[in-house]
């Protein structure tokens, strides 16, 4: 059964520094977001993207975020300059429509120092 | 405010028991998800759905659109339905909206 893939599964890095995580949504899915988990609390929207382009972002996704489909299979989050209070889990997701059922990746474990 | 309310927050059973989890939301939604979230982080859809009922194996989800309300039950629980189940609704835009989960633990 087609999943939704993300690497690195762990990435610990130091505060500043510019880190990218990678998702490799279901290839048939035209839909594609970004959520995060910081520990102990609640999931929360980062991102969307469709056409190429972002369709919806949230408060947290400032200035310091960006997302890209560099290539036709590849989803990434680039976080710039990042801080301590960027350590979360963060999901990748995908779907084939809006509303339609949303496929999770098993995330990304980020720690700043 | 577009909120989503989950109870209750923690829940251990014994196994065989009949299990329920309660979500409530704020306002018209145009559909809800069910998704279970193990130790390790992972998280998978488990239904979504907009009215009605919904079932797989020893699960299901029913959601009363007129009192903005979603159930979803495990029928003779085992220790491996032990997770964390989330409830996320769309309020009618693309991204969802997390409730805080409900933790499960099921004692053999």
């Known amino acids: 059964e087609p999943e939704v893939t993300q690497t690195p599964s762990h990435q610990v890095t130091q505060m500043g520094q510019e880190v990218i995580l990678r998702c490799v949504p279901i290839?048939?899915?035209?839909?594609f977001y970004w959520y995060r988990q910081i520990l102990g609390q609640k999931v929360e929207f980062l991102v969307s993207?469709?056409?190429?382009?972002?369709?919806?972002k949230s408060e947290i996704f400032d200035d310091q975020f960006s997302v890209e489909r560099p290539d036709g299979s590849n989803f990434t989050l680039k976080i710039r300059s990042t801080k301590l209070e960027d350590s979360a889990m963060y999901f990748c997701a995908s779907n084939t429509g809006l509303g339609e059922t949303q496929y999770f990746g098993p995330g990304t474990r980020l720690l700043v120092l | 405010k577009n909120e989503v309310e989950q109870s209750p927050q923690n829940l251990t059973a014994q196994e065989g028991e009949f299990i329920t989890i309660n979500c409530s939301y704020s306002v018209g939604i145009s559909a809800l998800h069910w998704l279970q979230q193990h130790p390790g982080g992972g998280i998978v859809s488990l239904f979504m759905?907009?009215?009605g009922k919904k079932k797989h194996g020893r699960l299901i989800a029913t959601i009363n659109i007129q009192e903005k309300h979603s159930s979803l039950h495990i029928t003779a629980s085992h220790p491996r339905d032990s997770a964390v189940y989330i409830c996320a609704v769309f309020f009618g835009n693309e991204k969802l909206t997390f409730g805080t989960g409900t933790r499960l633990t099921i004692i053999p």
């Open positions: 759905l907009s009215s």
């Open positions: 290839s048939n899915h035209l839909y």
């Open positions: 993207f469709y056409n190429n382009e972002i369709s919806e």
